[in-house]
């Protein structure tokens, strides 16, 4: 799946998709990063998994004091990076979220909103478990999910995104219990709040799982020391 947001939805095409959203998914999107720059302390060092063409990036950047956007495709990354060379406080790398390439405990915070935790189609536990490793004790880490609440909005968002060609046909046989399944291979998941709490029974953290807008659904990790 990660072949698809690098070819069929890169670059110019994932930022259409933001484009085409319509208001109750803007107000959405709005409330996630407001959520996020609420927990970023000035001065902190920041990084996104999945920045993808740095829509929130520039938002961070004007709270921490330096932020890391990661992301595994090349042109959506190149794309990006057009629009943050403006910004002084902002670096851009190519890399697998499952591995990252930093230190331990490097970061005050990270951040992986917009479902990242589902669209990376990586191993969950082994995501989080390799957030929590690069983030300082006391730091935050931050994912989020849909909440079931906003589930209409969000099927009325994809079937846009369907009907512009940046996604495959929905199939709406398979299409429920908050998973999205369209009929060129391309799946979108929630993570709910339980589903959360077990990925991260195995970590020393301690795990808050906070309702944002009726539409997103945050887990808030703090790495113990």
């Not at 947001?5 to 990063?33: F, G, M």
């Not at 499952?98 to 189609?121: E, K």
């Not at 609440?149 to 060609?165: A, M, P, Y």
Request: aromatic share 8%; charged share 25%.
């Amino acid at each position: 799946m990660s072949a698809y947001y690098s070819h069929k939805l890169s670059a110019a095409r994932l930022k259409q998709a933001y484009n085409i959203a319509p208001p109750r998914v803007r107000q959405h999107l709005d409330a996630e990063v407001s959520h996020v720059v609420k927990k970023i302390r000035p001065g902190d060092l920041v990084i996104e998994l999945g920045c993808g063409y740095g829509r929130i990036l520039p938002r961070l950047a004007r709270k921490a004091g330096w932020v890391v956007g990661i992301d595994t495709a090349v042109r959506t990354l190149e794309f990006a990076q057009e629009t943050l060379d403006t910004i002084p406080n902002c670096s851009l790398s190519r890399m697998d979220a499952v591995r990252l390439g930093f230190h331990d405990h490097a970061f005050d915070c990270l951040v992986c909103i917009q479902n990242g935790i589902s669209a990376f189609h990586a191993d969950q536990r082994a995501l989080i478990s390799e957030s929590v490793r690069v983030t300082k004790s006391g730091g935050i880490v931050l994912f989020s999910s849909y909440s079931d609440k906003f589930w209409k909005h969000r099927i009325e968002w994809f079937e846009l995104q369907s009907e512009t060609g940046l996604l495959g046909e929905i199939d709406y046989e398979k299409t429920k219990d908050g998973v999205i399944v369209c009929k060129d291979g391309f799946t979108a998941t929630t993570v709910r709040g339980k589903d959360f709490l077990a990925l991260t029974t195995h970590l020393n953290v301690d795990v808050r799982i906070v309702e944002v807008d009726e539409s997103s659904l945050f887990c808030e990790i703090v790495p113990c020391s």
